[in-house]
């Protein structure tokens, strides 16, 4: 959105110039196109272009300037304590007025602000105008003599700055700015060189050539197993056919048999009964039982949880009265508060309560009961064990006396010890691809699901550098855009300015041969490093002319002296070209720059020209003069009279001092 | 909401157990957070996220009506490893409020399930040092842990 500046005046108070006020806008409000100020030199007018700037660029705001500074500003004799220069403007239509507080005791400055919203502490224009409201914009719209000397100044960069600013090449680099910000916040916590993905892709390559491995002779080894398991079924069958050959020894061998798998089925009950027990975790010892009845005393005999929770207390402390019917203050409401939170919530009451009662049921009766009952059990337990080992070992016993008499089951049982310690030994092997620990390392564990994991991380670490290395690519290409773009912008701009520029230069001064070759940060002309003063002056009014016209946005000028240093023959051409130059002039001017100026100003101009004279008390005739005039102001120490007949007959160019 | 969590590698040494005998995961947990709390709090350890496995967030099952009992169990090895004696009221006040939490499944504070599940974690190791090997059968675990522990008590109780 373009944006739209104009000022509507200023006042000063306590401060180095005379005091004033100075209206830039018609009898309605609105701004007005043309306002000459003229004041002698010595008023005060370098004090209020300074007071200018300062006050539209926040430069002296949060103690940026020193307090010599400051007090330079103070009225000279006075003995007033502060100042106060205020600054009206329109800002895209709206007001909005900076003033600038001097508080020449402390030497500090403070501004304030008034927008819509009301008056804020601070110097805060609307966000639309702080690019060019700050210190490094405003002296290319409040200027003098000295910016001509700048922008052809090959040591300072205002040319460049100001086209970038006008143009919003800048915006190009902020842009620059944020995706290598974003850029350096990605990048940050991963590593991103192509090397490091490339040797942690053959990393992850060799983990799951690993993983493969691992899986294939796992596969195998399970293969082996079953084989084995089969191929030990089948012995045992051979086994039992060779064995129960003989009737008589078939029937021992048959009760001894069912005997030891009954009482091993046994076993197996009584101890899923016995782990039901063990799972009381009073019963699995006295002591336990006991630490937990001592916590339920120790928790009786300290009153925990109390019987009153910390929820009531709250609530006494919101009440006007206490219960026994006291009034409760402020004090005491906030003791009660302090002290509630020594008393548990009632929640917390209630769970606290209710371990003690699962507790009482538990151990209440007794704490050795739980472990003697355990105790008994794990008796039965150990004598059913030994049962069921005495009843295996008679087992064994016919087995064997079977394998003595017969050659055949005797080979029979050689073959399943043999394929059972067979399967043992493939049961651990197969052991060690179950290992958790995750200690050894992918290349050394055999634990399949460590490396599953290690590889899944492994995996996602690696997109993630895959990925930080597919947006760096996409930030050189994206930077290489913006740089090629800002480059452009740059030399487009430049050039075309540089062009337009000339061909006004050239009418100011058609025979003067001064031209632009090029922007490079300060103007550079053809062939000389610069002209005199005004022709200096001439070529900054039309590279400035030429750059406001082009921009969208509009700003006023406020020029001190905008004619003095230009030859006679010039200034007509200036003043035809100050209109074009932008929609809104302010000149402070000395009365000898009138001569081919200020008429073919007002000629040009087409519009209203506002004459202000402002002048420091101090000559009577002058004075008296002034206060004929029907549109005049006087302070203690200024007069300012509006009006074109007084500005014109107005002679003096120094103030006289004394 | 913190969670019970079981070591890895114990789970591993229990797989017999787990696949014939144990209806529950959380049966691993209880005896190695019963043998972590018979060594006392010297062997509690603290045991990473990645080499440890989520469990349940309340007590499970049949031990559901043992929950409470475990908690009160954990407090007074709490209480007495930080040197809180039952008179103490304030204290034992502190300590039981920082540690507990009505509003949780399993009535532990995040803070109470972190310490709790680190006598299970010790607990294991103490295991691994009352059995020569990786258990096989139940009646044969159960008995001798049992007698591990009987023995573990005494040792702890004389010293």
């Given at each position: 959105m373009p944006a739209v500046m104009r000022i509507l005046g200023w006042k000063a108070e306590g401060l180095r110039c005379p005091d004033h006020e100075i209206s830039c806008a018609d009898s309605e409000g609105r701004p007005s196109q043309i306002v000459l100020i003229q004041m002698p030199n010595g008023t005060g007018k370098t004090t209020t272009l300074d007071l200018l700037r300062a006050t539209l660029s926040g430069s002296a705001r949060d103690g940026k300037w020193e307090v010599a500074r400051v007090k330079e500003?103070?009225?000279?004799?006075?003995?007033?304590?502060?100042?106060?220069?205020?600054?009206?403007?329109?800002?895209?239509?709206?007001?909005?007025?900076?003033?600038?507080?001097?508080?020449?005791?402390?030497?500090?400055?403070?501004?304030?602000?008034?927008?819509?919203?009301?008056?804020?502490?601070?110097?805060?224009?609307?966000?639309?105008?702080?690019?060019?409201?700050?210190?490094?914009?405003?002296?290319?719209?409040?200027?003098?003599?000295?910016?001509?000397?700048?922008?052809?100044?090959?040591?300072?960069?205002?040319?460049?700055?100001?086209?970038?600013?006008?143009?919003?090449?800048?915006?190009?680099?902020?842009?620059?700015?944020?995706?290598?910000?974003?850029?350096?916040?990605?990048?940050?916590?991963?590593?991103?060189?192509?090397?490091?993905?490339?040797?942690?892709?053959?990393?992850?390559?060799?983990?799951?050539?690993?993983?493969?491995?691992?899986?294939?002779?796992?596969?195998?080894?399970?293969?082996?197993?079953?084989?084995?398991?089969?191929?030990?079924?089948?012995?045992?069958?051979?086994?039992?056919?060779?064995?129960?050959?003989?009737?008589?020894?078939?029937?021992?061998?048959?009760?001894?048999?069912?005997?030891?798998?009954?009482?091993?089925?046994?076993?197996?009950?009584?101890?899923?009964?016995?782990?039901?027990?063990?799972?009381?975790?009073?019963?699995?010892?006295?002591?336990?039982?006991?630490?937990?009845?001592?916590?339920?005393?120790g928790l009786d005999r300290v009153k925990l949880p109390e019987s009153a929770a910390r929820e009531f207390f709250e609530e006494l402390a919101a009440e006007p009265d206490c219960i026994c019917g006291r009034p409760i203050d402020d004090e005491i409401r906030e003791i009660i508060r302090q002290r509630a939170a020594q008393y548990m919530g009632s929640d917390d009451v209630a769970l606290l309560n209710a371990m003690k009662t699962t507790i009482q049921e538990a151990v209440g009766a007794s704490q050795v009961e739980p472990e003697n009952s355990l105790n008994d059990q794990l008796s039965a337990l150990d004598k059913l064990v030994a049962e069921a080992t005495a009843a295996r070992n008679d087992l064994n016993e016919l087995e064997f006396e079977a394998e003595r008499a017969d050659p055949a089951v005797k080979e029979a049982k050689e073959e399943i010890d043999q394929l059972e310690v067979e399967v043992n030994r493939k049961d651990r092997d197969l052991d060690k691809f179950e290992s958790a620990d995750a200690s050894l390392g992918v290349e050394k564990t055999f634990g399949i699901e460590v490396i599953k994991k290690k590889i899944k991380d492994s995996e996602k670490k690696l997109a993630e550098i895959t990925q930080t290395i597919g947006m760096k690519q996409k930030r050189d290409i994206l930077m290489e855009i913006l740089e090629s773009a800002y480059t452009k912008a740059r030399q487009g701009i430049a050039s075309d300015i540089c062009a337009e520029a000339n061909r006004r230069i050239q009418e100011l001064m058609p025979n003067n041969n001064i031209m632009i070759d090029r922007i490079d940060k300060s103007l550079v002309l053809s062939g000389q490093g610069g002209g005199s003063v005004g022709e200096n002056l001439s070529v900054a009014y039309g590279f400035l002319a030429t750059l406001f016209d082009r921009s969208d946005h509009q700003l006023p000028f406020i020029v001190d002296s905008p004619a003095a240093p230009i030859d006679l023959a010039i200034r007509p051409t200036i003043a035809e070209l100050i209109p074009k130059l932008t929609g809104q002039f302010v000149a402070f001017t000395i009365s000898s720059e009138r001569d081919r100026f200020v008429p073919q100003l007002e000629a040009a101009a087409g519009t209203a020209v506002e004459y202000i004279t402002l002048f420091r008390k101090g000559g009577s005739d002058l004075e008296n003069a002034a206060r004929k005039e029907p549109?005049?102001?006087?302070?203690?120490?200024?007069?300012?009279?509006?009006?074109?007949?007084?500005?014109?007959?107005?002679?003096?160019?120094?103030?006289?001092?004394? | 909401m913190a969670r019970f969590r079981v070591r890895n590698d114990a789970k591993m040494w229990f797989k017999d157990l787990l696949e014939k005998s144990f209806k529950l995961d959380f049966d691993v947990f209880y005896f190695c957070f019963m043998a972590g709390i018979a060594a006392g709090p010297e062997r509690k350890q603290s045991a990473s996220v990645d080499d440890t496995a989520e469990l349940v967030d309340s007590f499970p099952d049949k031990y559901k009506p043992r929950g409470k009992l475990l908690v009160a169990l954990f407090l007074t090895q709490e209480l007495e490893a930080l040197g809180v004696a039952m008179t103490e009221k304030k204290s034992v006040h502190t300590v039981v409020a920082r540690l507990v939490s009505p509003d949780s499944p399993n009535y532990l504070s995040d803070e109470g399930m972190r310490e709790f599940n680190k006598y299970a974690h010790g607990g294991y190791e103490v295991l691994r040092d009352w059995f020569e090997d990786r258990p096989r059968t139940l009646d044969s675990f159960l008995r001798t842990f049992k007698r591990n522990l009987d023995a573990s008590l005494k040792t702890v109780v004389k010293s």
């Amino acid at each position: 959105m373009p944006a739209v500046m104009r000022i509507l005046g200023w006042k000063a108070e306590g401060l180095r110039c005379p005091d004033h006020e100075i209206s830039c806008a018609d009898s309605e409000g609105r701004p007005s196109q043309i306002v000459l100020i003229q004041m002698p030199n010595g008023t005060g007018k370098t004090t209020t272009l300074d007071l200018l700037r300062a006050t539209l660029s926040g430069s002296a705001r949060d103690g940026k300037w020193e307090v010599a500074r400051v007090k330079e500003y103070q009225k000279k004799g006075a003995l007033n304590s502060d100042g106060v220069f205020e600054v009206r403007l329109l800002l895209n239509d709206k007001r909005v007025t900076i003033i600038m507080y001097f508080d020449f005791e402390s030497g500090r400055i403070h501004y304030k602000t008034t927008r819509g919203s009301g008056q804020e502490d601070g110097f805060d224009p609307p966000n639309e105008f702080k690019r060019f409201l700050h210190d490094n914009f405003v002296n290319f719209f409040v200027f003098d003599g000295e910016l001509a000397e700048h922008l052809l100044d090959k040591t300072r960069t205002d040319a460049e700055l100001v086209v970038e600013a006008l143009f919003q090449i800048n915006s190009i680099v902020n842009v620059r700015q944020s995706v290598a910000d974003y850029w350096q916040t990605k990048a940050e916590n991963t590593e991103v060189t192509e090397g490091d993905a490339t040797k942690k892709q053959l990393k992850l390559n060799r983990w799951r050539e690993r993983l493969d491995s691992l899986l294939a002779e796992q596969a195998r080894l399970t293969a082996e197993r079953e084989q084995l398991i089969l191929r030990l079924e089948r012995q045992r069958d051979t086994y039992n056919h060779e064995i129960q050959k003989e009737t008589t020894r078939s029937q021992a061998l048959n009760a001894a048999n069912n005997k030891a798998a009954g009482l091993k089925q046994k076993v197996a009950e009584e101890a899923g009964e016995l782990l039901d027990a063990m799972r009381d975790p009073h019963a699995l010892s006295a002591s336990f039982a006991t630490a937990m009845f001592e916590l339920k005393t120790g928790l009786d005999r300290v009153k925990l949880p109390e019987s009153a929770a910390r929820e009531f207390f709250e609530e006494l402390a919101a009440e006007p009265d206490c219960i026994c019917g006291r009034p409760i203050d402020d004090e005491i409401r906030e003791i009660i508060r302090q002290r509630a939170a020594q008393y548990m919530g009632s929640d917390d009451v209630a769970l606290l309560n209710a371990m003690k009662t699962t507790i009482q049921e538990a151990v209440g009766a007794s704490q050795v009961e739980p472990e003697n009952s355990l105790n008994d059990q794990l008796s039965a337990l150990d004598k059913l064990v030994a049962e069921a080992t005495a009843a295996r070992n008679d087992l064994n016993e016919l087995e064997f006396e079977a394998e003595r008499a017969d050659p055949a089951v005797k080979e029979a049982k050689e073959e399943i010890d043999q394929l059972e310690v067979e399967v043992n030994r493939k049961d651990r092997d197969l052991d060690k691809f179950e290992s958790a620990d995750a200690s050894l390392g992918v290349e050394k564990t055999f634990g399949i699901e460590v490396i599953k994991k290690k590889i899944k991380d492994s995996e996602k670490k690696l997109a993630e550098i895959t990925q930080t290395i597919g947006m760096k690519q996409k930030r050189d290409i994206l930077m290489e855009i913006l740089e090629s773009a800002y480059t452009k912008a740059r030399q487009g701009i430049a050039s075309d300015i540089c062009a337009e520029a000339n061909r006004r230069i050239q009418e100011l001064m058609p025979n003067n041969n001064i031209m632009i070759d090029r922007i490079d940060k300060s103007l550079v002309l053809s062939g000389q490093g610069g002209g005199s003063v005004g022709e200096n002056l001439s070529v900054a009014y039309g590279f400035l002319a030429t750059l406001f016209d082009r921009s969208d946005h509009q700003l006023p000028f406020i020029v001190d002296s905008p004619a003095a240093p230009i030859d006679l023959a010039i200034r007509p051409t200036i003043a035809e070209l100050i209109p074009k130059l932008t929609g809104q002039f302010v000149a402070f001017t000395i009365s000898s720059e009138r001569d081919r100026f200020v008429p073919q100003l007002e000629a040009a101009a087409g519009t209203a020209v506002e004459y202000i004279t402002l002048f420091r008390k101090g000559g009577s005739d002058l004075e008296n003069a002034a206060r004929k005039e029907p549109d005049h102001a006087e302070t203690d120490d200024g007069i300012r009279v509006r009006g074109k007949s007084f500005f014109n007959d107005f002679q003096i160019d120094v103030e006289e001092v004394g | 909401m913190a969670r019970f969590r079981v070591r890895n590698d114990a789970k591993m040494w229990f797989k017999d157990l787990l696949e014939k005998s144990f209806k529950l995961d959380f049966d691993v947990f209880y005896f190695c957070f019963m043998a972590g709390i018979a060594a006392g709090p010297e062997r509690k350890q603290s045991a990473s996220v990645d080499d440890t496995a989520e469990l349940v967030d309340s007590f499970p099952d049949k031990y559901k009506p043992r929950g409470k009992l475990l908690v009160a169990l954990f407090l007074t090895q709490e209480l007495e490893a930080l040197g809180v004696a039952m008179t103490e009221k304030k204290s034992v006040h502190t300590v039981v409020a920082r540690l507990v939490s009505p509003d949780s499944p399993n009535y532990l504070s995040d803070e109470g399930m972190r310490e709790f599940n680190k006598y299970a974690h010790g607990g294991y190791e103490v295991l691994r040092d009352w059995f020569e090997d990786r258990p096989r059968t139940l009646d044969s675990f159960l008995r001798t842990f049992k007698r591990n522990l009987d023995a573990s008590l005494k040792t702890v109780v004389k010293s």
